[in-house]
């Protein structure tokens, strides 16, 4: 018999008498592990997603249950982000029968939030599927409950090999983001037949012999793979990436390498129309006349392949005349490219305020309307979609406009997934300065609301044709929030728009709608933000803007301290006072924070000279900015 108490340690149960041997080795994303007396060996492989703790061994204390009277094996599971193999080595050729404990306990058995997961898997035993889309929780009858689930197998080779693998079913971010992929308490294979033990010895060690040659020879191809791939860290292996992307149905298109360099001119720099965080963007005409654009990631970016993959999953799942449209990819050696609709008139940024040969001279009802459709995108992507997904970057580099200036919101790789159930989702920080809610910066706490935020600043850049900072600027006009707010205080929001605008027909009313609707998308407490439904009837004006009682967004004395406190921001960027620290306007200002248990969680790390234009507090203010919010106060009261 051999008997495995899966990520615990070994247990001698006795009714019936099985002895457990332990199986308590940590494995990594792709490792390999004998037993020591080589009787069984357990593979691992897979990266568990937005998890930094990575491990495959499970642990839980818990009475005994009432379903099993071997309740120890199931304290203990061993759990994998995709693929876990389990091997029963020198077994004489015959039928066996295979036993395969379950316990779901990483989800609870209460009410609570962390009842909702769902965990789906497969279960293959000698090459043959078992247990299709098997759910620990339905079979057993609810969470910390064991069940048994009992196999006949032949075995022809002197080995049995079980597989337990995920594909893409159930939850991922429940109870907390990756938990999910298979799990198994213990595994028991017992022979059904008697044992002829007299030449047991020589077969034993034909057999050891012949195990050990082919780990050998599996660590050695493993050692040359790996030093091969040395120095590319965080990088999906090549063939990884193929497999995980052939598994995206909705990818409509696979573009050959070749087919791409000749259209491109080998990546010729006269091809290109931009660069962004992650990859430059070429114009490229495909053989059959179709005008594409192809994003061509960055090879040594370190977050490069998960951009990629997040891209192509987020942006093949939903569709909608405001968002980019994705035609396919290509996936060959390092080069890793996306294939998208190709938009005429580039972004909105250049459109705006980049270099004066590509400025245009958008009239109101142009603004107005590439207002209107960047709202129902995001309305989309928040609300009407079956997947529920903030875009995490919304800026005016992020918005492309078509050759009847219609938006289209691209550049997925930031999109995160959110749970319809869930207040917020505690993450790291990705974004660029200027454009990321305050709450987000600072602690981490992801909303669709944090989306509304950097729309009203995009808003804002719209109506007065510059961009949200601008240090050559003097005073509260280098930071278009403060100035925006200053003008509210005294009636003059109209001062705002963009001197292009005056100077041909345009309505103050619609004006005056979009500045007091961009100033309440802005406002530092999340849930005074409307949703971007609620903006799309405020554009329509279908809903009144009524901004009068909210106030500007000014931290409170709390958040004042707490900002006070605040450790030096990465390469000599500060935050010192209501407005203070460098910036360097650039598409490629994106922050990067990570979440450290073991650090101050609200420090904040950049990787531009930058830092975020959110004001402290009233008593830092210059007197008369201070004494304008007082008098709005008083008004609202």
Excluded at 414 to 431: M, N
Excluded at 526 to 536: A, E, K
Aim: net charge neutral.
């Amino acid at each position: 018999d051999l008997a495995i108490n899966c990520g615990g340690e070994s247990w001698n149960a006795s009714s019936p008498s099985i002895n457990y041997e332990a199986d308590e080795n940590p494995l990594g994303a792709s490792s390999f592990f004998l037993s020591p007396e080589k009787k069984w060996a357990v593979s691992n492989t897979g990266h568990f997603m937005d998890n930094s703790s990575q491990t495959t061994l499970l642990k839980k204390k818990l009475y005994p249950w009432f379903n099993t009277r071997n309740s120890t094996i199931y304290k203990t599971a061993r759990s994998s982000p995709t693929s876990l193999r389990c091997y029963g080595l020198c077994l004489h050729n015959g039928p066996y029968k295979v036993q395969l404990h379950f316990a779901e306990i990483e989800f609870s058995s209460d009410k609570s939030f962390s009842s909702l997961g769902r965990r789906i898997f497969d279960v293959y035993i000698q090459g043959t599927r078992k247990l299709k889309n098997f759910n620990i929780e339905e079979a057993a009858g609810g969470s910390e409950k064991g069940v048994v689930k009992n196999f006949h197998v032949n075995v022809t080779k002197n080995y049995l090999e079980i597989h337990f693998l995920w594909a893409g079913r159930g939850t991922y971010n429940v109870p907390e983001e990756g938990t999910y992929g298979p799990l198994v308490s213990a595994i028991v294979i017992t022979p059904e037949f008697t044992v002829d033990k007299s030449n047991r010895i020589p077969m034993i060690i034909g057999i050891v012999f012949g195990v050990l040659i082919s780990l050998g020879l599996a660590l050695c191809l493993s050692f040359i793979f790996i030093k091969k791939r040395k120095g590319i860290n965080n990088e999906l292996k090549d063939a990884h990436l193929s497999k995980e992307l052939t598994n995206m149905k909705a990818i409509s298109n696979h573009f050959s390498l070749e087919e791409i360099r000749n259209a491109t001119s080998d990546f010729h720099s006269e091809n290109k129309i931009g660069e962004g965080g992650f990859g430059v963007v070429f114009k490229v005409i495909l053989p059959d006349g179709k005008m594409v654009a192809v994003k061509q990631m960055f090879s040594k970016s370190t977050q490069g392949n998960r951009e990629f993959l997040n891209e192509v999953a987020m942006i093949s799942a939903v569709q909608h005349p405001n968002l980019v449209k994705l035609y396919g990819c290509c996936i060959e050696g390092k080069q890793l490219l996306l294939v998208y609709e190709y938009v005429v008139n580039n972004s909105l940024a250049r459109v705006l305020f980049g270099p004066q040969e590509f400025r245009l001279n958008l009239n109101w009802r142009a603004r107005y309307n590439i207002c209107l459709g960047v709202a129902r995108g995001l309305a989309y992507l928040h609300e009407e979609s079956r997947l529920r997904i903030i875009h995490r970057d919304i800026k005016s580099t992020n918005i492309l406009l078509d050759q009847g200036l219609n938006p289209k919101i691209s550049d997925f790789g930031l999109a995160k997934l959110f749970d319809r159930e869930k207040t917020h989702v505690s993450t790291r920080v990705a974004g660029t300065i200027g454009y990321t809610a305050p709450e987000y910066a600072l602690k981490g706490q992801l909303t669709e609301k944090a989306d509304v935020y950097s729309f009203g600043i995009v808003v804002l850049e719209v109506v007065s044709g510059r961009v949200h900072t601008e240090k050559n600027l003097q005073g509260e006009m280098s930071y278009l929030t403060e100035w925006t707010w200053n003008l509210y205080g005294e009636d003059r929001q109209l001062d705002l728009v963009d001197v292009n605008v005056k100077s041909s027909s345009y309505s103050e009313e619609e004006f005056l709608r979009m500045i007091n609707m961009g100033l309440l998308c802005i406002q530092v407490n999340p849930t005074l933000r409307p949703s971007m439904s609620t903006i799309v009837d405020m554009l329509e004006a279908k809903v009144d803007v009524n901004v009068s009682n909210c106030q500007p967004p000014y931290l409170s004395s709390k958040q004042s301290d707490f900002l006070a406190e605040e450790k030096p921001l990465s390469h000599g960027s500060s935050l010192e006072g209501p407005l203070k620290g460098s910036f360097s306007y650039q598409e490629s200002s994106v922050v990067q924070q990570e979440i450290d248990d073991d650090n101050d969680e609200n420090s904040l790390i950049l990787n531009q000279a930058s830092a975020d234009l959110y004001p402290v507090s009233i008593s830092e203010l210059p007197p008369s900015q201070s004494h304008m919010i007082r008098e709005k106060k008083k008004k609202s009261i």
